[in-house]
């Protein structure tokens, strides 16, 4: 899901999407955790894993806040010692995707409609058993709650999802340690 339209007033809670690139330490993800929960801001997703940098893990955090709650929660995810780069890709053109595995049942009379049902939604079969299916999907959030919907009436008898992963476009490779940026000071401010 991609929000490119700015024209949604800034008060208005929308899902944000902000990568975050920590130390691959124990008790980051806790760090971070606890912050959202001490200025209670609800996670709606959080998804962690290794990066191709040794020593470094990305973080993709999904909320549902406003553009000024926005700013805060990248203010206070720099604070914290082991993060060393936050980007919210809300507006910036990226790549975003959940997985879902669903255990479907699916014995000999309903099998072809549920592997038909898999292959307009592009998903692919990863078990098989005499009663049931094992569905591996992935992609954007509404297409899996599609998929979700379509299977329902044939019984999912287990689902389990991921959170969401993102990666901005292009040619470009995030910097882990931005540039150091001083501050402007007024001169009339310094006594």
Same mark, same amino acid.
């Given at each position: ?16 999407? !902000? ?5 691959? #330490?124990? +008790? ?7 912050? !959202? ?10 998804? $962690? +894993?290794?990066?191709?940098?040794? +020593? ?5 955090? $999904?909320?549902? $806040? ?17 993060? /060393? ?14 997985? &879902? ?6 014995? %000999?009379?309903?099998? %072809? @409609?549920? /592997? @038909? ?12 058993? @005499? ?8 992609? &954007? ?7 979700? #919907? $379509?299977?329902?009436? !044939? ?10 992963? &993102?990666?901005?476009? +292009? ?8 540039? !150091? ?9 310094? &006594?």
């Amino acid at each position: 899901m991609v929000y490119n339209n700015r024209s949604i007033p800034p008060e208005t809670p929308i899902e944000r999407t !902000f990568v975050t690139y920590v130390e691959d #330490k124990p +008790g980051v993800l806790n760090r971070v955790a606890s912050l !959202f929960r001490r200025r209670n801001f609800n996670i709606e997703s959080l998804t $962690v +894993g290794h990066t191709d940098q040794p +020593g470094v893990s990305c973080m993709t955090i $999904v909320t549902n $806040v406003d553009e000024y709650t926005a700013r805060r929660i990248e203010a206070c995810l720099y604070k914290l010692v082991n993060v /060393l780069r936050v980007e919210e890709v809300t507006y910036v053109p990226s790549v975003m995707r959940d997985l &879902a595995l669903i255990k479907v049942r699916a014995d %000999t009379e309903t099998r %072809t @409609q549920v /592997l @038909q049902i898999c292959d307009v939604f592009r998903a692919r079969v990863v078990d098989v058993t @005499q009663d049931s299916l094992i569905i591996e999907s992935t992609g &954007a959030e509404d297409k899996i709650d599609g998929l979700v #919907k $379509v299977l329902n009436p !044939f019984g999912i008898i287990e689902l389990v999802r991921t959170g969401r992963v &993102a990666m901005t476009r +292009g040619p470009e490779r995030p910097t882990i340690h931005p540039e !150091f940026v001083h501050a402007r000071v007024p001169e009339n401010a310094i &006594a």
